[in-house]
DNA sequence: CAAGAATCCTGTCAGC
DNA sequence: TGCTGACAGGATTCTT
């Protein structure tokens, strides 16, 4: 679902369209998200022109004139839905609803309701009490295969839950941890605290390598998740284990680098659940 | 304190 | 065909 790349994808998708614009009108058509949106939402973006975008791990923030800036996060089910003028099908599970003065209607829609809405001033991002606890952005100056390593150290948990750890590294989701296990060769059920030296400088690196080509391919997606753009399913997600058990490594990579390289020997990709999420990896290349 | 389980929610899909 | 149950997963809260 929506990870870093696809936060970063949507966010730029909607950058397109209402940087610069102003909000002619703002509804709030349901509060009751994950966490309560608050009630002067709608009001504080009716009427105020659109700055710009900026993301931090799965979040990102909508600034606006007058200092206010708006944090989404789009939890598991959470998309965006744009309308021209004209098209006037609304999307079930529409929350908030954004008209722009050139008449452009950008819809929040998110089924579950695992995502979030909130104000805070301009100046105060990163203060905010969902942002302030996270770790390092992964594609930022911050993160380092030594700040990786110190992050794991000691850990008893497997890496596989440790990169789940927002506090650990910020914006990994399921998706991307098997993949970046998978790229860097350590297994999913490797403790996280014998992750260090080496292996943490080749686990850093295929988290950014993974992060990027997804960026690059502009996000990957799963079922009901939409482009700001509108369009849906429009490009085909290229991960190399997720979602693929039983399916040969070498078949899998196919055109993709070398992978397992073990031909008809190969394993096959393997599925299991840690901390009741699936891992996918092959068992012959991931130690 | 840390690690793992339970929890929120609803659309989708497999199986009968 | 229609129903039921399992499943998906982000991040917080609760339990061990």
């Given at each position: 679902m929506p990870e870093l790349p696809e936060v970063e994808t949507v966010m730029r998708g909607l950058d397109a369209c209402l940087t610069g614009k102003r909000i002619r009108r703002a509804e709030l058509?349901?509060?009751?998200l994950r966490f309560p949106a608050p009630p002067g939402l709608a009001a504080a973006l009716q009427g105020r022109q659109v700055l710009g975008f900026r993301r931090r791990a799965k979040y990102f923030f909508m600034r606006l004139e007058g200092g206010t800036s708006l944090l989404v996060h789009l939890g598991m089910s959470g998309r965006f839905a744009i309308a021209r003028p004209?098209?006037?099908d609304i999307p079930a599970h529409a929350h908030l609803n954004l008209v722009s003065e050139d008449g452009v209607t950008v819809r929040f829609v998110d089924p579950r309701r695992f995502g979030c809405l909130d104000l805070m001033p301009t100046g105060a991002e990163d203060a905010h009490r969902l942002i302030a606890g996270l770790g390092p952005e992964?594609?930022?100056?911050?993160?380092t295969a030594a700040g990786l390593a110190a992050a794991l150290e000691?850990?008893?948990?497997p890496i596989k839950s440790a990169l789940l750890d927002q506090r650990v590294v910020?914006?990994?989701g399921n998706i991307y941890v098997s993949e970046a296990l998978f790229a860097a060769a350590i297994s999913p059920r490797r403790l996280a605290g014998s992750v260090r030296g080496q292996r943490a400088a080749r686990l850093a690196a295929a988290i950014q390598d993974v992060l990027r080509a997804a960026i690059a391919a502009g996000g990957s997606s799963l079922r009901d998740y939409v482009q700001p753009d509108g369009e849906l399913g429009y490009f085909q997600h290229a991960w190399?284990?997720?979602?693929?058990?039983?399916?040969?490594c070498g078949a899998a990579l196919a055109g993709q680098g070398p992978g397992c390289g073990a031909g008809a020997a190969c394993p096959g990709i393997r599925r299991m659940v840690q901390a009741g999420r699936s891992s996918f990896f092959c068992p012959r290349v991931q130690r």
């Open positions: 058509a349901r509060a009751d004209g098209q006037n992964p594609l930022g100056p911050d993160f000691g850990k008893q948990t910020a914006g990994l190399r284990v997720y979602g693929r058990e039983g399916e040969p």
